[in-house]
């Protein structure tokens, strides 16, 4: 079993940036690849980034590659999301997510564990 949550959300400008953390409970937390997707309203929940259980892989979405970056500290068991040049569109509700494997997919259905999410909001 593994807990996630999520912080670091908030209100920001168009282009700046903010950084989002999920700390994860439990002591396996380098079991798992981690992901982070997000939900806008009325839209379906799309991933952003992946990354695998020792960091060595990282994935993103077409849409954030070179302005969003995925990392993770095993020893504190917590993964992040760096994002920068943030535009309207990337105003959703952001989740992170846990698997039991080392590859990150973007299939929101292949995560067992969800944190309840944190509200990124960007303006124009």
Request: charged content about 15%.
């Amino acid at each position: 079993q593994v807990q996630l949550v999520e912080s670091g959300g908030g209100l920001v400008q168009a282009g700046g940036s903010l950084r989002l953390s999920c700390a994860a409970s439990g002591r396996t937390f380098s079991s798992y690849a981690m992901g982070w997707f997000r939900q806008a309203p009325g839209k379906e929940r799309a991933f952003v980034a992946g990354i695998s259980r020792l960091g060595l892989n990282t994935y993103y979405a077409d849409s954030v590659k070179g302005r969003f970056a995925i990392s993770r500290d095993n020893a504190e068991n917590t993964v992040y999301l760096q994002m920068n040049s943030l535009k309207p569109e990337d105003t959703a509700v952001y989740y992170c997510a846990a698997r039991p494997a080392n590859t990150a997919y973007s299939v929101p259905n292949s995560y067992d564990y969800w944190g309840q999410g944190t509200q990124v909001t960007v303006s124009s």
